[in-house]
């Protein structure tokens, strides 16, 4: 996959935790109405079959918009629930061997934390790759690197494929991001955390669109 042939511009990490005390489903309804397009299900914590439970009700919510969902790192329940890719990290589940076991996958995601990855085998069989964390975030806390907008640029000029830019993107950020040579922006708690989800997802839609 590269650049040109990936649609996505604002994806929406998402975890029942993540979105304190209002529904995960009305979040990711609301997120898409406001210009959300791609929903990714990350539930570290849970049993395989409480995240299989949460990945078909989440399916059934994108199903309606035709968004696609991505599981994050666990191949067993992405295949049961026939999403539409996987995201891994560096310490995760192998691009290589998802990729080997699992033909029909559309998209698979892989984060990318030191500069070096960009050479391996796995950043080669990924279809997208996620620069992580552009800036930090209390949530994550064995940050390898903090890549910055120079971080992002610097991977853009060694790959065509499609970058997506997490960690700590906000409507007064993304744009500078974009410009830097991200082309699709993740976001978590300044959605899911937002008072109005779908207004939040609005305002950094707009900084995206302006910025390309």
Same mark, same amino acid.
Request: charged share 25%.
């Given at each position: 996959?590269?650049?040109?042939?990936?649609?996505?511009?604002?994806?929406l990490?998402?975890?029942e935790?993540?979105?304190?005390e209002?529904?995960?489903?009305?979040? %990711? !309804?609301?997120?898409i109405?406001?210009? =959300?397009?791609? #929903?990714q299900?990350?539930?570290? $914590?849970?049993?395989t079959?409480?995240?299989?439970?949460?990945?078909?009700?989440?399916?059934?919510v994108?199903?309606?918009?035709?968004?696609?969902?991505?599981?994050n790192?666990?191949?067993?329940v992405a295949?049961?629930v026939?999403?539409y890719?996987i995201h891994?990290?560096?310490?995760?589940?192998?691009?290589?061997?998802?990729?080997?076991?699992?033909?029909?996958?559309?998209?698979?995601?892989?984060?990318?934390?030191?500069?070096?990855?960009?050479?391996?085998k796995? %950043? !080669?069989?990924?279809?997208c790759?996620a =620069?992580?964390? #552009?800036?930090?975030?209390?949530? $994550?806390?064995?940050?390898i690197?903090e890549?910055?907008?120079?971080?992002?640029?610097?991977?853009r000029?060694?790959?065509?494929?499609?970058?997506?830019?997490?960690?700590?993107?906000?409507?007064?950020?993304?744009?500078?991001?974009?410009?830097?040579?991200?082309?699709c922006?993740?976001?978590?708690?300044?959605?899911?955390l937002?008072?109005?989800?779908?207004?939040?997802a609005?305002?950094?839609?707009?900084?995206?669109?302006?910025?390309?």
């Amino acid at each position: 996959m590269t650049k040109e042939n990936f649609p996505f511009k604002l994806y929406l990490v998402l975890s029942e935790k993540g979105c304190a005390e209002r529904h995960f489903l009305t979040v %990711a !309804e609301q997120a898409i109405l406001g210009g =959300v397009d791609i #929903v990714q299900l990350r539930e570290k $914590k849970a049993s395989t079959q409480e995240f299989v439970e949460k990945a078909f009700r989440l399916q059934d919510v994108l199903a309606k918009t035709g968004t696609p969902l991505i599981i994050n790192d666990n191949l067993e329940v992405a295949q049961k629930v026939k999403a539409y890719g996987i995201h891994v990290g560096n310490n995760d589940i192998a691009p290589s061997y998802i990729s080997a076991v699992w033909k029909d996958c559309r998209s698979i995601g892989y984060s990318i934390e030191f500069l070096e990855q960009l050479n391996t085998k796995e %950043a !080669e069989v990924s279809d997208c790759l996620a =620069v992580s964390p #552009v800036f930090k975030t209390s949530t $994550k806390k064995n940050t390898i690197t903090e890549w910055g907008l120079q971080g992002v640029s610097e991977i853009r000029n060694l790959t065509d494929k499609p970058l997506i830019a997490i960690g700590n993107m906000n409507s007064l950020n993304v744009s500078n991001v974009i410009k830097a040579g991200a082309d699709c922006i993740a976001v978590a708690s300044a959605i899911c955390l937002a008072k109005d989800p779908m207004k939040a997802a609005i305002e950094i839609r707009n900084q995206i669109e302006k910025a390309l």
